[in-house]
């Protein structure tokens, strides 16, 4: 097995506030699109695994579900100011894993908790 992810789906009540909040906090275009049924807007990435907003029957919200990181860049303070500005709350503070780099945690526009990971 190459890696223990392939896709992710995070589930939104209001697909375009949720692009708007994601984009703004990852400073992405966040293009809204119906695809087998249902509204779904996908997160930026180039290579590797990737993921995307998804609003429909049996998408909920959930603060307690799976934890998820996206990349939070070079540097997550950049991405952390973005999340009040756009909405969202932050958790936990960008801090340290040692050798693994640094991590944060917030709640989307949505209710979702989700984190930031970034090496450096």
């Known amino acids: 097995m190459a890696r223990a992810i392939n896709w992710f789906e995070i589930p939104v009540s209001d697909i375009y506030r949720a692009a708007r909040f994601y984009g703004t906090i990852l400073a992405a275009e966040m293009a809204v699109h119906e695809f087998m049924g249902k509204r779904r807007a996908l997160l930026p990435f180039n290579e ?21 990181y996206l990349n939070g860049g070079e540097d997550l303070d950049v991405v952390l ?14 801090i340290s894993i040692g050798e693994y780099g640094f991590i944060a945690l917030f709640i989307d526009t949505e209710g979702n908790r989700v984190g930031l990971h970034s090496r450096g």
């Open 81 to 94: 100011r973005r999340v009040e500005l756009a909405g969202g709350r932050v958790l936990q503070p960008k």
């Open 48 to 68: 590797g695994v990737g993921g995307s907003l998804v609003q429909g029957a049996g998408y909920v919200p959930n603060k307690d579900g799976a934890l998820l």
